[in-house]
């Protein structure tokens, strides 16, 4: 089942705070980037990070759960509704992930 902008919507206003997040579409679901780096997506209007060690920290109870058939699990945040938290996750994050390769 494909993601609806409006959860999309929701989740971003939830990160208005942050400059920097950006997001694609792509076969109905939503790649989440922050300051260039994906961070997760929103898959079947679930919000989905990567299970990067600040990730794990600040979810320590999050279920794993693969976005689609094949895919290498991510953690599931249930917590949408406090921006604040969702600001400070995104943050610790993207200290940790690698920056975007250069494209050629």
């Known amino acids: 089942m494909p993601s609806s902008k409006e959860y999309l919507t929701f989740v971003l206003e939830r990160l ?3 400059d920097g997040i950006s997001y694609r579409a ?7 980037y ?4 994906i961070v997760g997506g929103i898959y079947d209007n679930r919000l989905l990070v990567k299970p990067t060690t ?10 794993t759960e693969a976005p ?3 895919a290498k699990p ?4 249930e917590n949408i509704e406090d921006s604040a938290f969702l600001c400070s ?3 610790a994050m993207a200290q940790e992930l690698p920056a975007p390769k250069k494209k050629k």
């Open 34 to 37: 922050y300051q260039g780096k």
């Open 16 to 18: 208005t705070e942050l």
């Open 54 to 63: 600040s990730a794990q920290k600040y979810l320590p109870d999050a279920p």
């Open 68 to 70: 689609y058939e094949g």
């Open 89 to 91: 996750l995104l943050e």
């Open 74 to 77: 991510m953690l599931l945040v």
């Open 26 to 32: 792509m076969m109905g679901e939503f790649i989440l």
